[in-house]
Nanobody, 119 residues
Framework: QVQLVESGGGLVQPGGSLGLSCAASGSTVSPYAMAWYRQAPGKQRELVASITSGGITNYADSVKGRFTISRDNAKKTVYLQMNSLKPEDTAVYYC?????????????WGQGTQVTVSS
């Protein structure tokens, strides 16, 4: 079974920084694309950033210039560096991995990690 294990969440003051990591295990190949989503209480889950195996990135407008997504294909790991954090960034952050092969597509989710930005 493919598992995505997240780490790096926590409590930080406004203006601070946090780095998230998500490692995929149980697969012999690297994901086609990996992404970070977040969900705050009472709100819909939203895409924060995504990155393809070729390094093409995409960011939500709300985090452009502050967050950076990167990946290590060999380690099957995706990272999210979050700088200049704001209270509105508070949410549970979920890692997502997209695998493709044999005419099929597979999607997996991490367990989620809490990020709280508060003074």
């Amino acid at each position: 079974q493919v598992q995505l294990v997240e780490s790096g969440g926590g409590l930080v003051q406004p203006g601070g920084s946090l780095g998230l990591s998500c490692a995929a295990s149980g697969s012999t190949v690297s994901p086609y694309a990996m992404a970070w989503y977040r969900q705050a209480p009472g709100k819909q889950r939203e895409l924060v950033a995504s990155i393809t195996s070729g390094g093409i990135t995409n960011y939500a407008d709300s985090v452009k210039g502050r967050f950076t997504i990167s990946r290590d294909n060999a380690k099957k790991t995706v990272y999210l560096q979050m700088n200049s954090l704001k209270p509105e960034d508070t949410a549970v952050y979920y890692c997502n991995a997209h695998f493709s092969g044999n005419r099929m597509n597979y999607y997996y989710w991490g367990q989620g990690t809490q990020v709280t930005v508060s003074s």
